[in-house]
């Protein structure tokens, strides 16, 4: 069992280029979310999906897209990197909205 | 609007030491869900415990326990007996009881419990 699996794990981008990060859960969550962790700053919900077809955003969502491709599949586009945007950042799914939250590895992000 | 204070930014313990770490909230919400969370130095995070509002009971679980005060909004926890492996960045989070919503998280305490 899988769980939650991100690609790519490390990325170096040049300010101003764009990448997607992808995530994809197997345990039939509804909800799927991004966050982004930087020192001291803990973890700052992007975006996030409270089911199929849905997308809204969260606490720091400039700069970023997302797509909900299906109910596993939940990515985070960034279409003009840019070096504020260099983190850590982290899928994570729940399969209600009351149960706690599962996460995948993390990708590191390194924006030059 | 909701609010999670871990106020320890960082605590050095030495092995075998009890240790505490604090978490404050802030909620309009009579029912709500508290977390915590350990992301160890690989850098994943790991489920701790849930706990819902109508539940003040303390929890334990091994050398793990949970202090949660509904009058002072905390919801604190406790390692007894300090190991090297509990050495990690622990997050404390809060979520609404009704309704959809997410998940804040605090800020995070680092503990580095020394050999």
């Known amino acids: 069992n899988a769980g939650v699996t991100q690609t790519p794990k490390f990325q170096v981008l040049k300010t101003g280029q764009s990448m997607t990060l992808q995530c994809a859960q197997d345990?039939?969550?509804?909800?799927m979310y991004w966050y982004r962790q930087d020192p001291g700053m803990g973890l700052r919900l992007i975006y996030y999906?409270?089911?199929?077809?849905?997308?809204d955003k969260g606490e720091v969502p400039n700069g970023y897209n997302v797509s909900r491709l299906n109910k596993r599949e939940f990515s985070l586009r960034l279409e003009s990197a840019a070096p504020s945007q260099t983190s850590v950042y982290f899928c994570?799914?729940?399969?209600?909205?009351?149960?706690?939250?599962?996460f995948g590895e993390g990708s590191r992000l390194t924006v030059l | 609007a909701q609010k999670v204070t871990q106020a320890q930014t960082e605590i050095s313990v030495v092995e075998k030491e009890d240790v505490t770490l604090d978490c404050v909230y802030e909620t309009r919400d009579t029912t709500y869900y508290l977390f915590w969370y350990k992301q160890p130095p690989s850098g994943e995070l790991v489920f701790l415990i849930r706990?819902?509002?109508?539940?003040?009971q303390n929890e334990i679980s091994g050398r793990y326990s949970w202090n949660f005060q509904k009058s002072t909004s905390s919801f604190n926890f406790t390692i007894t007996a300090s190991q090297v492996v509990d050495s990690a960045v622990y997050f404390c989070?809060?979520?609404?009881?009704?309704?959809?919503?997410?998940?804040?998280f605090g800020k995070g305490t680092m503990l580095l419990v020394s050999p």
């Open positions: 994570a799914s729940t399969p209600d909205w009351t149960g706690e939250l599962f």
């Open positions: 999906s409270a089911s199929e077809g849905t997308t």
């Open positions: 989070a809060l979520r609404r009881h009704s309704g959809y919503s997410t998940l804040t």
């Open positions: 345990m039939n969550h509804n909800s």
């Open positions: 706990r819902n509002s109508f539940d003040e």
